[in-house]
């Protein structure tokens, strides 16, 4: 799969079946493994991560996805993310 330099180009891709949702984050998901020793990410959901890209090939194919759909995103340990591990020190 290419390097995708923008989130146009996914957009683009995704527009014009070059690529799905689930292909982009199985791309990414083995960066992240390739690169493990590097230990930027404190933890990975890949099912996760999957399960979301399934839903939003399927919303693309039906016309009704957003216009955030086949954004990437990893987030920094230090946010707090619902029913997830939070690394950081929290007081609430």
């Known amino acids: 799969m290419e390097r995708f330099l923008s989130f146009d180009a996914i957009q683009k891709a995704l527009e014009n079946k070059q690529a799905t949702c689930v292909e982009i984050v199985e791309h990414y998901l083995g960066n992240i493994q390739e690169r493990a020793q590097l230990n930027a990410f404190v933890e990975v959901y890949a099912a996760e991560a999957l399960a979301a ?3 939003i090939d399927e919303k693309l194919e039906k ?7 086949g954004m990437v995103v990893g987030i920094k340990d230090v946010l707090v993310y619902k029913g997830h591990t939070v690394n950081a020190p929290v007081k609430f």
């Open 63 to 69: 016309g009704k996805a957003g216009r955030l759909a």
């Open 53 to 55: 890209a399934r839903r």
